[in-house]
C-alpha cells in the first residue's frame, strides 16, 4: 500500500507543473533573447549598408538619415522577457516596424542606382541584411511557439492548479503584427 501512496505522489508531482511550468518560462526568456540578437544583429548591419549606399547616392541623404534615426529608436527600445507586456510590446514592435519602412525606403534608393547594385561590398551586405530577416522571422518563430507552450502550460489543467497555488505566473503577451491591415492584403505587383 505504501509502494502504492508513493507511485501515486510521484504521478501527481511529475504532472503537476513543478518543473515544467519553470523549464517552459526559462524557454521564453531564451526565444526572447535570440529575438533581440536578430534585431541587434540586423541594427549592426544597418551602418555599414549606409556607408555603402552613401558613397554611391550623396544627394539621397533624408532617406539615409531615415535609415538611422530608424535604427537608433530601433535599438534604444530594449526589454527582457520579464518586461513583456501589451505595452511593451506594441512598442518594440513599433520600433522595429519603423526600422523596417525605412530599409524598404532605402532599398527604392537602391534601384535609382544600377551600379550600386552591381557593387560586389553592397550585394553581400544585401545578402547579409536579407538573411538576418529570415532569421528574425525564425527566432520570433520560435519565441510565439515558446510563449504558446508557456500559456498553456499555466492555464490548462492540471498544471495550471500548480500555477494557480504557487507560482501565480499570467500569461505572456504573444508577438503581433503591427500593421496587420496592410500585411493581409497581397502586394499589387506591375510591370
Known sequence: MKILNLFLIAILLTSCGMQSIPTALNEVDASWAEVQNQYKRRADLIPNLVNVVKGYAKHEEETLKGVVEAR???????????????????????????????????????????????????????????????????????????????NNLITVPPTSWYNGMFLQHSKKPQFQVENLEQVQNAPEVKF
Open 72 to 150: 537608433s529608436k530601433a535599438t534604444a527600445v530594449n526589454l527582457n522577457a520579464g518586461q513583456l507586456n501589451e505595452e511593451t510590446m506594441k512598442n518594440f514592435q513599433k520600433a522595429q516596424g519603423q526600422l523596417s519602412s525605412a530599409l524598404s525606403r532605402l532599398m527604392v534608393v537602391v534601384e535609382k542606382y544600377p551600379d550600386l547594385k552591381a557593387n560586389e561590398n553592397f550585394r553581400d551586405l544585401q545578402s547579409q541584411l536579407e538573411g538576418t530577416e529570415n532569421r528574425i522571422t525564425v527566432a520570433r518563430n520560435r519565441y510565439i511557439e515558446s510563449i504558446k507552450n508557456f
